[in-house]
């Protein structure tokens, strides 16, 4: 119908005379009306196809926007669960550390029932000549050696330091009132500078092996709580040693050390590359890699041979750690390796 009416409108442009037939305007004012009415149609059809295509869209986008939102909900009900999951671990951290602290107060307060007071009260009199007035660490105080035991000046560190006789026992004692070297402070302290400082860390009943390497469970026989005791400590003689140890010259370099009893004597005793003689964490003599040594040849690879505690006898210990000297830890503390194979630390 288009085409014809195209026809029709071209047949007038080029000047055709001939007179329309009857009722041809009409028709073609008919035909013109429904080619627009077709065309308004076709519009409308493509206004409806869009509004659907934008309705689509919008319905998409819609469900990206709801997509987008579960997503972010789910992110964050996983940190809500990441949170508790935490707070339960730290809870759960906490208890054990209560129960371990419960346990440790329990073993102390069993063991200080049935520990056997020895030596002066010195809440009630003062300590003899010769001891000091320390706690006990079960609620008391009681005179403690002023310095370690000794049978003569040989088992004293030299330099003026002597064996005196107390009311209680013979120890050794500077002539300056301070000290040069641990046996010249009470049974536990360390020589620092000039002064004795507490390094009594409590352990348990003696033998238990709850101190590290170099040092034994001991104190019971002087009426205090047991406390880890450093027992390569020079000598002369047995009987200043902790009780069954002996004195003997170690690492080889002509100056003897007390050493527990066990297996072994002397580094010459042991077989294993990097293997010295020295106190396990069972407190008895055995060979492995923590003991007396003259220089790191002595040590098996990944140790050193240093003074940690500062009276001049070095030892096989692990290399690096938090601490080269008793002075880098607080009172009550050890620079040791808890276990022989850790890197020294603060105990």
Known sequence: MRAELFLVAALV?????????????????????????????????????????????????????????????????????????????????AMV????????????????????VRGIDCTV?????????????????????????????????????????????????????????????PWGFSCEAGDCVDRR?????????????????????????????????????DEICPPGGQCADVDGDGVRECLPPGVCSSNADCSGVGEVCGADAAGLASCGPVGPCIDPNDCADGYACLDLWGDGVTECVPTGGLCASADSCLSRELCASADGVAPPECL
């Open 201 to 237: 860390v409590l352990c348990g009943e003696p033998g238990d092996p709850t101190c590290p390497p170099g040092f034994a469970c001991f104190g019971s026989d002087l009426g205090f709580h047991p406390f880890c005791l450093k027992t390569t400590v020079r000598c002369a003689h």
């Open 97 to 116: 550390s209560d129960a371990m602290t419960d346990a440790t107060d329990s073993a102390i307060s069993d063991f200080c029932a049935a520990l056997v």
């Open 13 to 93: 442009a080029c000047g055709d005379d001939t007179a329309p037939a009857p009722g041809f305007d009409a028709s073609f004012d008919a035909a013109r009306r429904d080619v627009g009415s077709r065309d308004a149609a076709e519009d409308a059809n493509g206004d409806r196809d869009a509004a659907a295509d934008a309705g689509t869209d919008a319905m998409a986008d819609a469900a990206a926007d709801a997509d987008a939102a579960d997503a972010m909900t789910d992110a964050a009900d996983a940190m809500t669960d990441a949170a508790d999951a935490m707070t339960d671990a730290m809870v759960s951290d």
């Open 125 to 185: 009199d003062a300590c003899p000549e010769g001891s000091v007035c320390l706690d006990d660490d079960c609620g008391g105080r009681h005179c403690m050696p002023a310095g370690r035991s000794c049978v003569d000046d040989t088992d004293c560190p030299g330099g003026g330091s002597r064996c005196a006789t107390g009311l209680v026992a013979r120890y050794c004692v500077h002539p300056s009132g301070r000290c040069s070297d641990s046996r010249e402070c």
